[in-house]
């Protein structure tokens, strides 16, 4: 097959999504990598910018990058028309990768071939963003490239910085 999609918010790019670019072009000649919710900065879950992920995401490739399309796309307020939405933005592709069951679902509601997206144990954003906000050694998994952009982007204390917001506003304690 010639084309696949693989959404993600990359919030940041890691090695797990680096390993999951590889497996797809096993079998694709090209992968659309699908930066959701690009609208979305400044906040825990979103701390990065559409523009900064798609730079981490084209250094982590590397020599990949040649067999990859990198397109933001914004959320929309329906569920069931984001696909759609998505569809409209990207090259052509007949498989979509996503471990999001509601994604999953809204594309094969589209007659798409939805599959599981390889992952690489042990590795999220979630977790990422989370050892950057307790000074923890989150260098190790995220590429060598995309550690050097998060830190000119002062990626680290914008997330130390989000992170103590949402525990002074909720009361939640940092050590949990």
Request: glycine residues 6%.
């Amino acid at each position: 097959m010639r084309r696949a999609l693989f959404i993600g918010r990359f919030q940041p790019f890691h090695k797990g999504h680096l390993y999951s670019i590889k497996r797809i072009l096993e079998e694709f000649e090209e992968v659309v990598i699908t930066v959701a919710a690009a609208q979305y900065s400044y906040t825990v879950d979103n701390p990065f910018t559409a523009g900064e992920r798609v730079e981490m995401i084209r250094a982590g490739l590397d020599d990949l990058y040649d067999r990859a399309y990198i397109i933001p796309v914004d959320n929309t307020l329906s569920n069931y028309e984001w696909p759609r939405h998505v569809l409209n933005y990207v090259p052509r592709a007949r498989v979509v990768f996503s471990n999001n069951k509601l994604v999953q679902a809204l594309f094969k509601a589209y007659g798409l071939e939805v599959r599981e997206t390889p992952v690489l144990p042990g590795v999220s954003g979630s977790l990422v963003r989370k050892l950057m906000a307790e000074g923890g050694e989150w260098e190790a998994i995220v590429p060598e490239p995309i550690v050097d952009l998060i830190k000119e982007f002062n990626g680290v204390e914008r997330v130390k910085t989000l992170w103590a917001m949402r525990v002074r506003m909720s009361g939640e304690r940092f050590d949990k």
